[in-house]
Structure formats: C-alpha cells, structure tokens
C-alpha cells in the first residue's frame, strides 16, 4: 500500500540531485591560479615584527660561546660588532625587529644543528649548509661564501706544505663538527687520525703546544688567529671548493619551521640590495687571498 508514495520519493530524491549537479556545473569555479594562495599565507606570516617567533615580539637568536671574532667582537654577540652579529641584527631589522626586539641565546656549535627542537628561532654560527646537515634542521639562504684554511707554526714542518699530498703525514686538527674536520677526513685524508677539538680555543692551544703540525679553520678566522691570537703562525694555503660548488654559511632554523622562508627571504634581500657585501667589507676585509693547495 505505499508502493505509490515510495515511487515519488524517489522521483523527488532523483530530481534534486540533478537540480544540485546542475547548479554546481553552473557555479563559478576556482582558476588554477586559485593554487597560488599558499604563496598568499606565506606572505601574511611573514609580516614585519608579527612573525611566528619562539616568544611573541621578539627574535632569539643563538651562537656559540665564547664567539670569536672577526666574526664577533670582545665576545659580545649583542653589540652588533663583527661580521654575523652585524649580519644578525640586519637579518632582524629585514624582518621587523629593531635592536631591542633581539634576545640573544648561547648554544654550542655541534647542539646548533642537532636533531631536536630548538630554543631559538635561529642560529648563526659559521654552520656550513650541507645535505647531510639538512636532515635535521633547515637553513637559510647562504650569507656568506667561505672556503677552509691550513694554520700552521712559523718553522715547523707543516709551514712548508705547497699541496694536499705534503699535509699527508702530517698530524692535523679542527673543532668537531665543523667542515674543517671534513676537509681532513674526506679531501687529505692524512695517514694519522685527525685531533678532534670541542672548541677552537682547544685547536689553537694544541698548535701553540706542538700536539699538532697544522689545524684547519674558515679562511677569516685563519687570518685572525694568525694575526692576533697566534702570531707566530702563518696560513699555509686554503683548499678549493669540492666539485666547484662553493661553501656557504646559513643561519640554522627547526625542521620544517615556519620562519625559513621568511628568513631566507630577508638573506636574499641583503644580498640584493648591498648590505652583506658591505658588512663583509667592513669586518672581513682583512681576509686577502692564500695560496690555494691542490
């Protein structure tokens, strides 16, 4: 007895969905470009001074300690002196935050880009960008191009060496996690193991004490250990860059951190408009050429 309504409800169920398919049909739809909105939101959460910071209003920033120079100066990251607290604070004003807004944080080189989440929002360290490092933690674009150098006593047997074969026999050493102690691994590859540091401090002490025939650090800091800290030493050469790519510095971000594109963004933009080239000037113009060893 209810054959008759049953057929009807069907016959309304049916027609509705036609209405409904035929009004979606009709419907303006969404252009292909409708997939550039993620660009849209990245843009928005890069506002200047509103980003999404470890602590609202502010930007920590971390690095190791002591911090030498001429990367910093008088071991005060804070005091915008030397190359990367110069390079720091422009990052920070490129991305909203005046001097003030800056909390800056001590942690060691090697913890820097460990895996783990981070206390900062980012590192700047003299930390080489590399593959292997980028299974951990993102990176910014490249700040600076560096290449490695050989430091090795006035006199001594290593002070000679005019190629990768005469730094063989050698006893080398370099801060532990750094790409110095990579270049001694991987591009000598000498016949004793490396002596591995926790700290340059503890490198430079080992050459000054004869534990060492030479030990390994970035081109600007070989200047200055040999100009002002081991002044009976001397830069032996630098090594070229493997596979023609050069080595660049990056400031050190979480995994995955929603700030990476915001600060790679600020780096490309003071790379554009001058000012790294101008910080570099201003703090690393000591860093002439050495002879390269091949």
Not at 63 to 92: I, L, Q, R
Not at 238 to 265: I, R, W, Y
Request: a neutral charge.
């Amino acid at each position: 007895m209810h054959a008759a309504p049953l057929a009807l409800s069907r016959a309304v169920a049916a027609a509705t969905v036609v209405l409904l398919a035929t009004a979606v049909g009709c419907a303006p739809q969404p252009e292909e470009k409708a997939s550039a909105a993620p660009s849209g939101s990245a843009a928005k959460s890069c506002a200047k001074g509103e980003l999404a910071t470890k602590t609202a209003g502010k930007l920590t920033i971390a690095t190791d300690e002591p911090a030498y120079e001429p990367w910093f100066k008088d071991d005060k990251p804070a005091n915008g002196k030397g190359f990367e607290s110069a390079v720091a604070y422009a990052v920070a004003k490129q991305l909203g935050y005046d001097k003030n807004a800056v909390v800056w944080q001590s942690v060691p080189f090697n913890k820097a880009f460990a895996p783990g989440v981070k206390t900062f929002d980012f590192d700047i360290n003299q930390v080489s960008i590399s593959d292997e490092r980028k299974k951990a933690v993102d990176f910014s674009s490249g700040y600076y191009d560096v290449r490695q150098a050989v430091i090795a006593l006035k006199g001594g047997k290593a002070a000679e060496a005019k190629s990768i074969a005469d730094l063989k026999k050698l006893k080398l050493g370099a801060q532990v996690g750094t790409t110095s102690l990579d270049y001694i691994t991987d591009v000598v590859k000498p016949a004793q193991d490396a002596a591995v540091y926790a700290k340059n401090d503890q490198a430079k002490s080992a050459l000054k004490n004869g534990q060492v025939d030479a030990i390994i650090t970035d081109l600007p800091t070989a200047f200055y250990i040999t100009a002002a800290e081991v002044t009976n030493a001397r830069i032996v050469g630098q090594f070229e860059n493997q596979a023609g790519t050069p080595e660049q510095f990056g400031l050190v971000l979480d995994e995955g951190s929603a700030l990476t594109t915001c600060v790679s963004g600020a780096v490309d933009a003071l790379r554009k408009d001058g000012t790294l080239a101008a910080i570099e000037k201003q703090w690393l113009s000591d860093a002439v050429d050495a002879p390269v060893l091949k």
